[in-house]
């Protein structure tokens, strides 16, 4: 079990700031004009490689990724994880 | 793709014809055999459609085919939630009240992929000539699948979304789901909890149904978009053939 503490971010983090970066980490990531700019890339590339390029897999890939950054607020708030 | 020896439409006009028929996985190696053979057949004498050997009309089918499919399948999961975010069911970057830039961006990851898809299959349209032979049976071929996939999706859709709104998400199920969840206290689901999931999914069911007859525009934009560069090719031939006739 030692050896799996090592894994373990409470080790280093505090339990409350842990999860205040992850707070931040969706505030920014999911709301906002990054969620947007990175939301526009995933997309593009997700055209690129789907009908570009005929690479179905990268593209859902790609495709998840922009869902995510589109509907990634809502998710992690419906999972609790954000509030 | 392999260009062997030589081989002619009857003629010994020294045009390059593939030797092996490889199997065509997908639309890029379909698009890409027509081009080839619109090359070929531009450069010299019309090949016979008979070198399009039957495996590879149900190959150009079934690419055509899974194309419309899998394409549309994907703007029918996100239509419903598309008009849920414009009508401000669902937020989008965190907000329920999208800007401009957000819409944007939802409508191209909903539609997107059939807009994608149309653009790139258009490429055949300029080898619709009617100079060519093989090249204008492989887009037919092409072609049907596409439209059979479009039309069978959009139906299929059609029908799903609309039996969804009639018979599933209809107020006595929606009851009948959240009755037993708020007693059982599942997820600590309140009764003001419970009232408030009904409103939003009596909402919610709605969007099902402009997102069917979206999911059907989506599907003719599908088809549109080569159809109108054959077209365009077609007549713009036409036009030529007058002009030289003068």
């Avoid at chain 1, 995933?42 to 495709?63: D, K, T």
């Avoid at chain 2, 014809?17 to 080839?36: C, G, M, V």
Wanted: net charge positive.
């Amino acid at each position: 079990m030692d050896f799996l503490d090592f894994f373990n971010p409470l080790r280093i983090f505090g339990e409350t700031s842990y999860q205040n970066f992850f707070q931040w980490l969706f505030s920014t990531l999911f709301d906002g004009w990054l969620a947007r700019v990175l939301g526009f890339v995933f997309l593009f590339f997700a055209y690129w490689f789907w009908v570009r390029r005929e690479q179905l897999a990268r593209g859902l890939w790609f495709l998840a990724f922009a869902f995510l950054m589109g509907y990634g607020w809502i998710i992690f708030r419906f999972l609790g994880v954000a509030k | 793709m392999s260009k062997g020896g030589s081989g002619s439409s009857g003629k010994d006009s020294g045009i390059y014809l593939p030797q092996t028929s490889e199997k065509i996985k997908n639309l890029f190696d379909a698009i890409s055999e027509i081009e080839f053979y619109a090359g070929s057949e531009e450069e010299g004498d019309k090949i016979s459609e008979k070198f399009f050997t039957t495996k590879q009309k149900i190959q150009f089918m079934e690419v055509g085919f899974k194309a419309a499919f899998i394409s549309g399948m994907i703007t029918a999961l996100l239509a419903p939630i598309m008009v849920g975010v414009f009508e401000k069911l669902i937020p989008v970057f965190g907000s329920y009240n999208p800007t401009i830039i957000d819409q944007i961006y939802v409508f191209l990851l909903t539609i997107g992929f059939s807009l994608g898809y149309g653009i790139f299959i258009a490429r055949v349209g300029k080898c619709y000539s009617k100079n060519y032979s093989i090249s204008r049976t492989m887009v037919n071929n092409l072609m049907i699948g596409l439209t059979a996939g479009a039309l069978l999706k959009a139906g299929f859709i059609f029908l799903l979304f609309h039996f969804i709104y009639f018979n599933i998400l209809i107020p006595e199920n929606v009851v009948k789901w959240l009755v037993p969840l708020t007693k059982k206290g599942f997820f600590h689901l309140s009764v003001e909890n419970a009232e408030k999931i009904y409103l939003w999914i009596m909402e919610f069911r709605k969007t099902f149904l402009t997102a069917s007859w979206f999911v059907v525009f989506t599907s003719f934009l599908l088809i549109a978009i080569p159809y109108y560069k054959i077209l365009k090719t077609i007549i713009k031939e036409k036009r030529v053939k007058q002009v030289e006739n003068l």
